[in-house]
Structures are given as structure tokens and as C-alpha cells.
């Protein structure tokens, strides 16, 4: 302790009892501080090492200090300074002179396997298939719909007619109707080809929609397709509608009403009871009527 009181000439404390501390004047009180968290250094001054006096001990310290800090900084050097080469640079090294090597044949950069060619291409051999690559589910075509929208309905529009808003402003040609015969015809890789590749003046999208959102948004538009051809025999049995629909002589413009075709029977009527209907029932005793 009589070592380490050479270096404040006047110590002073602050606090009380076991709390109280010396308080060095500022610069060796900076170096104390240093060499205060470092046990051995602290040790070896308590042990009196060093014996040429308060100056050159200092001194002494000093320079081991800055050489751990030079030996520190120049292994971190070290590291960052090895011998490598730059990549796709030119190497003395290889008797090809590149620094890259070639990959080993046959090497596949991950997730770039892409062996069932019919996902990934929509074509059998050098033409469009027309099957889809996995079952559709509700929520293929829920997926399908929500891609479809975001990416198509700009300017296909949502019902797939061509009206979309893109078009609507002036680009440069407006989208063919998904509902002529010749597309509800084209096979399901067509479609995929087309968003794969683009056609004409439509950009491609295959950056955007991974190729399962592609079969995704097919199978959607294959039911879009569907919804406006629909007939009866397309409802599965259980849900059909009971009753025809009606028949209009004049569609109603929205300022005139419809008027119904001869012998038609209004939704209301058709489905309402009669008077008659109900009496009936209710002297079976079937139905209560308050009149
Ligand atoms: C920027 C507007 C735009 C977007 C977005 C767009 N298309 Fe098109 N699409 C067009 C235009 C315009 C054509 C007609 C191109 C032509 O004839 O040069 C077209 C044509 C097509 C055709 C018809 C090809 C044929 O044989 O006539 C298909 C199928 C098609 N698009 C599918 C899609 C699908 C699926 C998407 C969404 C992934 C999509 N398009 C997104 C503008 C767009």
C-alpha cells in the first residue's frame, strides 16, 4: 500500500467507514484508474516491485502498457491482411490464371435443383401441358385469387376481362378478355409460359411470383373462366338453387324496372306462400295462420 500512496501526494477521502475512498489528483489518479482493474500490475506495485523511485515505475508501466495495446492491434491486423485473392480476379496462382475455380460438374447452387421441369416450365417436351402440378384446394385458389389481384387485375382487371385500370390510362394495348374461346381453350402451361416469359408488350413476372404463386394464380383464373360459363350441371348437388331464375322480356335499364317474360313468375312470388297455400297447410295443421 505504501507503493500505491506515491502516486497521489495528498489523499484525501470521501465517505465514511468502509465506504470511504482516496481521491487521487486528476492525472494519476487517470493512470490508477488504469491499472486499477488489472490485479496483477496492482500486485506487483504492492509487492514493491520496481525499485528505481515513482518516476521510472510510472515510465515503466507506461511502455508495457503500450506494448499490450501494440501486440493487440497488430494481431487484429493479422487477421485482416491475409493472402487472398479477389473474387473473378486475375491469379498467378492457377495455370488458368482465375482465382475462381470452377464448380465441380454437375454442382447445383442450392434450391436451383429444379428436376421436375413440368413445374418449372409449364411444358412437356416443347409444348404446354394442361394439367396442374399439385391438387387444387380451397386455399390454392385463395392464394391464387389474392396473387392474381395484386398482380394481374391491374390490368387484366379482377374479372379477368381486360378492362383493367392500367389500360384504362393509356397502356399501350389493352389485354385480351380471359373469356374468349381461344384462352378458355389454352392449356394450363400456356398460362404459366406467358407469366413466365411475358407476351408481347406484357412484361414477364417471373421475378415477382415464385413458379408455385404461378400454378396458384392458374388454377384462379381457370375458375374465373369457369364463373362465366357456368351452367346448373356445374353446381355440385345440394347446392343448386331450387327454382329457376326468372325471365326478363326488358332488363330494367336502373331507371325502369325489368318486366318479366309471359308466364314468369316474379323471385318474390315464386317464392312466396299464398293465401290459399297457407290455409291449406294450416287445416292440415301444419301451420298456424293469425289473421
Ligand atoms: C402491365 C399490364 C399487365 C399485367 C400486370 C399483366 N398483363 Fe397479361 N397482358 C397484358 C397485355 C397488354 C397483354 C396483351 C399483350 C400483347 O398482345 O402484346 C397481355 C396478355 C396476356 C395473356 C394472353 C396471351 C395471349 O395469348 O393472348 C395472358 C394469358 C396474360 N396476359 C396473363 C397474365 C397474368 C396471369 C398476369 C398476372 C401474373 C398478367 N397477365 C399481368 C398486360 C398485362
Redesign the pocket.
Known sequence: MARLRQFGSANRSVGTGARARPVEPSSSGLLRLLIGGCPPVVRFLRQGGGSSGCFSDRLLILAALSLVMAAASSCRLDMQVQPRENPLSKSDFYADQRSERPPVEGAVARDDLREDTYFYTGKIGDNPGDVMPFAVTKEVLNRGRER?NI??A???SRLGDGN?F??SRG?A????S?HIA??EK?PLG??FD??TNG?????D?ASQ?PPPDRWD?IAY?RALQLSQNATMSDVPAGQQVPSEPPKFREPGSGATLPVLAPGTKSPEEGSQNTKDDMQSAAMKGNLQVNQ
Open positions: 392474381f398482380f394481374c391491374p390490368c387484366h383493367g392500367v389500360p397502356f394495348r389493352k389485354p385480351p380471359f381461344r384462352l389454352a400456356y398460362f406467358v407469366i407476351f408481347g408488350i406484357m412484361p413476372y411470383i394464380i383464373i
